[in-house]
């Protein structure tokens, strides 16, 4: 058996325990190889056109096919994203925008530190509310006069409502998505305190101004995202070798998270997801104690985050061979992701793009066993807009749209399989930003 160096890192293969007669399984989940250390086999940048999948796409450019953002020097994307929130704000019959929303600050300023307000003016200009902690970082902010730094000297609130009475705010937008009731009753008291009055006929509840913005990626982002895919791969990548029978799934989870920061990646993307054995069948399982078992499957959700900006991947291997109901749900798990990222194009919707993978499964006879949404936008949050659920509203996907698509089926008991990547739609297709395979047969380790 393989022992996990000192630094998750190693490359060379571990030694896996082999089986006579092990197999992947048959049908479409078997066409590739089942080397002892999986390779990446697939080429980047992919595009998957209508009635296509992966094996059979043309390449493509990949982020080319996302919108150039605007860039102005020193000031990057972020001055063209301001000035069209300005538009937006003017377009609400609104005088000021609050944002709250830290994801909603960093698209807009560039500023991942948190803790901090953006008002943005129907007049175009912005002042971005801090403290001491960050002075330094905001630094380049205020030298590009993308917004005017106030670094408060008191608590949020009371420095939030002196700077709006200061901007002279009568019309200002909060973020109902993000504000809470507290919040906004604490604030709307602040502003009678000095002397506004009909303070809460002030404040306006607004929705999605910037997740509207946020939905589509421009090339900037599609590059930041693919570098954050990027990085996870090569950390599975470097971390399989060293996956072996009797391994707790906490084990290989902090080989994971700890080789994605190596490589780059501020933080997981979320609580990374180490299902052996019957594990599986849980979609969002916590890793614990249960140790790998050969002959028994394991999935593996895992996303990194790099400057922001998040990646979002699951696969389902098998050490040595693979049982026989796990094989069975693989293939038609494999068949409703192919099929389904096929049909990804602007101006088909979201639903229509979910019922394909659905009635896949459903026909398969494992309709009940498939109980969440076939996907989701991906960004500076794990999970944004657009949603390819059942229970989510159906709308149009549109060029720029980055979404995951995740089919999967949970046998209670024996354990599940899930195979993800993340597609940036385009006019004609999609693009894979993934380059995994996702046969079964790569899937197996030996």
Same mark, same amino acid.
């Given at each position: 058996?393989?022992?996990?160096?000192?630094?998750?890192?190693?490359?060379?293969?571990?030694?896996?325990?082999?089986?006579?007669?092990?197999?992947?399984?048959?049908?479409?989940?078997?066409?590739?190889?089942?080397?002892?250390?999986?390779?990446?086999?697939?080429?980047?940048?992919?595009?998957?056109?209508?009635?296509?999948?992966?094996?059979?796409?043309?390449?493509?450019?990949?982020?080319?096919?996302?919108?150039?953002?605007?860039?102005?020097?020193?000031?990057?994307?972020?001055?063209?994203?301001?000035?069209?929130?300005?538009?937006?704000?003017?377009?609400?019959?609104?005088?000021?925008?609050?944002?709250?929303?830290?994801?909603?600050?960093?698209?807009?300023?560039?500023?991942?530190?948190?803790?901090?307000?953006?008002?943005?003016?129907?007049?175009?200009?912005?002042?971005?509310?801090?403290? %001491?902690? %960050?002075?330094?970082?905001?630094?380049?902010?205020?030298?590009?006069?993308?917004?005017?730094?106030?670094?408060?000297?008191?608590?949020?609130?009371?420095?939030?409502?002196?700077?709006?009475?200061?901007?002279?705010?009568?019309?200002?937008?909060?973020?109902?998505?993000?504000?809470?009731?507290?919040?906004?009753?604490?604030?709307?008291?602040?502003?009678?305190?000095?002397?506004?009055?009909?303070?809460?006929?002030?404040?306006?509840?607004?929705?999605?101004?910037?997740?509207?913005?946020?939905?589509?990626?421009?090339?900037?982002?599609?590059?930041?995202?693919?570098?954050?895919?990027?990085?996870?791969?090569?950390?599975?990548?470097?971390?399989?070798?060293?996956?072996?029978?009797?391994?707790?799934?906490?084990?290989?989870?902090?080989?994971?998270?700890?080789?994605?920061?190596?490589?780059?990646?501020?933080?997981?993307?979320?609580?990374?997801?180490?299902?052996?054995?019957?594990?599986?069948?849980?979609?969002?399982?916590?890793?614990?104690?249960?140790?790998?078992?050969?002959?028994?499957?394991?999935?593996?959700?895992?996303?990194?985050?790099?400057?922001?900006?998040?990646?979002?991947?699951?696969?389902?291997?098998?050490?040595?061979?693979?049982?026989?109901?796990?094989?069975?749900?693989?293939?038609?798990?494999?068949?409703?992701?192919?099929?389904?990222?096929?049909?990804?194009?602007?101006?088909?919707?979201?639903?229509?793009?979910?019922?394909?993978?659905?009635?896949?499964?459903?026909?398969?006879? %494992?309709?009940?066993?498939?109980?969440?949404?076939?996907?989701?936008?991906?960004?500076?949050?794990?999970?944004?807009?657009?949603?390819?659920?059942?229970?989510?509203?159906?709308?149009?996907?549109?060029?720029?749209?980055?979404?995951?698509?995740?089919?999967?089926?949970?046998?209670?008991?024996?354990?599940?399989?899930?195979?993800?990547?993340?597609?940036?739609?385009?006019?004609?297709?999609?693009?894979?930003?993934?380059?995994?395979?996702?046969?079964?047969?790569?899937?197996?380790?030996?």
């Amino acid at each position: 058996m393989g022992t996990p160096s000192s630094s998750p890192k190693a490359t060379s293969k571990a030694r896996k325990p082999q089986a006579e007669g092990a197999k992947a399984p048959a049908g479409p989940a078997a066409a590739g190889k089942r080397p002892g250390r999986p390779q990446v086999e697939a080429a980047k940048g992919r595009a998957v056109g209508p009635g296509e999948t992966d094996a059979g796409a043309i390449p493509a450019g990949g982020a080319e096919a996302a919108i150039e953002p605007k860039v102005v020097e020193g000031k990057g994307p972020y001055a063209a994203r301001l000035a069209r929130l300005s538009g937006v704000i003017a377009g609400q019959s609104l005088g000021h925008l609050l944002v709250t929303n830290p994801l909603d600050v960093a698209y807009l300023t560039g500023f991942l530190g948190g803790d901090s307000y953006l008002l943005v003016g129907a007049d175009g200009k912005s002042v971005l509310l801090s403290d %001491f902690r %960050f002075e330094e970082e905001l630094e380049p902010i205020r030298k590009a006069r993308l917004a005017r730094v106030v670094i408060r000297s008191r608590g949020l609130l009371d420095a939030t409502a002196d700077l709006l009475i200061e901007a002279r705010a009568s019309e200002v937008g909060l973020q109902a998505e993000h504000v809470t009731l507290a919040q906004r009753e604490s604030l709307v008291k602040a502003l009678g305190a000095r002397g506004l009055k009909s303070a809460a006929k002030a404040l306006a509840a607004t929705t999605g101004l910037i997740a509207g913005m946020r939905e589509i990626k421009d090339a900037g982002e599609v590059r930041l995202i693919r570098k954050a895919i990027e990085i996870q791969e090569q950390a599975l990548l470097a971390v399989l070798p060293t996956i072996q029978a009797g391994q707790p799934e906490r084990v290989i989870a902090a080989l994971l998270e700890a080789e994605m920061k190596s490589l780059g990646s501020s933080a997981p993307g979320f609580e990374t997801i180490i299902a052996a054995r019957a594990n599986g069948s849980l979609p969002h399982y916590r890793a614990g104690d249960t140790k790998v078992a050969l002959r028994e499957p394991l999935l593996i959700d895992w996303g990194a985050v790099y400057k922001g900006y998040h990646g979002d991947m699951t696969r389902t291997f098998s050490l040595v061979k693979w049982p026989a109901e796990i094989a069975e749900i693989y293939s038609v798990v494999l068949e409703a992701h192919e099929a389904s990222a096929a049909a990804l194009k602007a101006g088909v919707t979201t639903g229509e793009v979910d019922a394909i993978a659905r009635g896949i499964i459903d026909k398969a006879g %494992f309709g009940e066993r498939f109980g969440h949404g076939l996907g989701h936008g991906i960004g500076l949050q794990g999970h944004e807009d657009p949603r390819l659920s059942p229970m989510a509203s159906s709308v149009e996907l549109r060029a720029g749209h980055v979404v995951t698509i995740e089919p999967g089926i949970y046998l209670p008991g024996v354990g599940g399989v899930r195979i993800e990547d993340c597609y940036l739609v385009t006019e004609k297709g999609a693009t894979n930003l993934c380059s995994l395979p996702k046969d079964a047969g790569w899937s197996t380790l030996t």
